[in-house]
């Protein structure tokens, strides 16, 4: 077996949660797993004007809500705490100190005005962005004044000019950028909060960390990161820079073009196990060419070899057919389960209820026990078979099956009952000779239901969707909806015939 691997992510707590970082997570999941690793949850709170307590309930939340389970977090602990870069502060200012007895980092004295002049002359001559090295050359006596001045400072990486940094990528073999084009890094700010580059390396050393995975936009990043460990004397880890997720125009994701929030994901009704499949196909395949995979499936056939540096399409129409196929593939029961969970959680983040879809609905629980009630779940169970084969996302439901909660579905407009080729006293006649038949019926079920439409619609010598659309239209108040026949077995006698007098009247 190879050696296993500690890994990590590292989202920054600064909005929701992004599909990115389950994205990775996933991946280091998967490598620690397969080689009896670990996999560290490490939370890049250094950006105190961005960071966001929520946020980071919601990191964590995610990560659990999609079975990613890292061994080692700000809310599980670990020997190698605290897992907050804030709380760590210490241990970045010794690291820097090290740096810059050892001469391979300086303090730079700039003002923000100095270095805005500077960025503005830089695009006015079209030059290179970076720090044009002003104080890299201060000598130590003119430090020692600046400091008695009380002149407030940044630390920044010496980066050598005159040699190359190369790196190899464990997935796109090696990488090299001449010295020149690299930035004097800022690694420790004027607050005395470190950079994510100076707080990454460290922390990944001190965390033992052997096995970087992270988004492909961190390459050119990387060789900073490679002259620290150079600077500390330290080994770097390897290096996998996966492939960003990309909008369908190739671009990288973006909210502007695709929800990227995972709480979105979650408050509209996808399942997590769908997820994490279509996740994974943004980098993976699974041996056998198979796009639907479990979790499980994933971790006994993981092999980091099949890792691919394509540029995968975040495509949302592929996620709602992945979801819809996994939702078929509940057992009923389940599905049930699912849906009042999901409910549950919407409540729970007082998440306001659709007064068309979801408003019907959630007034048919609460006036029959509320979520937990037997009753409720008892008849959603039994729309299930109704509905099962034709949602997509758990949200899908509500609206489907809003004819079952109601007691008025007459918001139709009258054409709406109407066929083409028929006409307003034609469908009269037809409600009321369908009425009369089915009043008559002594087993309300759907067999007995349809035969008796389907016996009208010989007598009348129409066909049967003809007879169809305006009992569906009477019955559920749409032209979509779950099967009619066992639609209106559900709905119950009394009520549908009280909907047809209502189509009759209409």
Known sequence: ??????????????????????????????????????????IEDTDRTRYDAKSEAQITESLHWLGIQYDEGPDVGGPNGPYRQSERTEIYREHVDKLLDGGTAYRCF???????????AQRARKAPPGYDGLCRGLLPEEIEAKLAEGIQYVVRLKVPKDRPVSFHDELRGKVEIEGKQIDDQVLLKSDGFPTYHLANVVDDHLMEVNDVIRAEEWITST????????????????????????????????????????????????????????LALMGYSSPDGEEMFSLEQMLKDFDPKRISTSGPVFD???????????IRALPENELA??????????????????????????????????????????????????????????????????????????????AELIPKKKDIEGVRDLLTTAHADLEGLTDWTHEPIE???????????????????????????????????????????????????GAIRR
């Open 110 to 120: 700039c003002t923000a005005e100095r270095l805005a002049e500077m960025r503005h």
């Open 1 to 42: 077996m190879s050696e296993p691997a500690v890994v990590r992510i590292a989202p920054s707590p600064t909005g929701d949660p992004h599909v990115g970082t389950a994205y990775i997570a996933l991946f280091d999941f998967a490598m620690a797993r397969t080689t009896g690793g670990r996999f560290i949850l490490r």
């Open 223 to 278: 060789p900073k990161h490679v002259l620290l460990y150079e600077a500390f004397g330290w080994t770097p880890p390897r290096f996998r820079h996966m492939p960003l997720l990309r909008n369908k125009d190739k671009s990288k994701i973006s909210k502007r073009k695709n929800p990227t929030s995972l709480i979105w994901y979650k408050e509209n009704g996808y399942l997590p196990e769908a997820m994490v499949n279509f």
């Open 316 to 326: 949302l129409e592929k996620l709602q057919w992945l979801n819809g196929e996994y």
């Open 451 to 501: 035969g008796a439409l389907r016996g009208l619609a010989e007598k009348i010598e129409w066909k049967p969707r003809e007879i169809f659309q305006p009992m569906r239209v009477a019955v559920t108040g749409s032209k979509i909806s779950p099967p009619l026949f066992e639609s209106m077995e559900l709905i119950g006698k009394t009520a549908c015939l009280a909907r047809i007098e």
């Open 337 to 414: 389960t699912r849906l009042l969970a999901h409910w549950t959680y919407r409540r729970g983040r007082s998440i306001e209820a659709d007064p068309e879809t979801d408003g019907p609905l959630h007034a048919w629980i609460d006036a029959n026990g509320g979520l937990e009630s037997d009753a409720v779940r008892a008849f959603v169970l039994a729309t299930i078979p109704l509905v099962q084969t034709r949602i997509k996302t758990l949200e899908e439901y509500a609206p489907l099956t809003r004819c079952f909660f109601r007691d008025d579905v007459s918001g139709y407009e009258q």
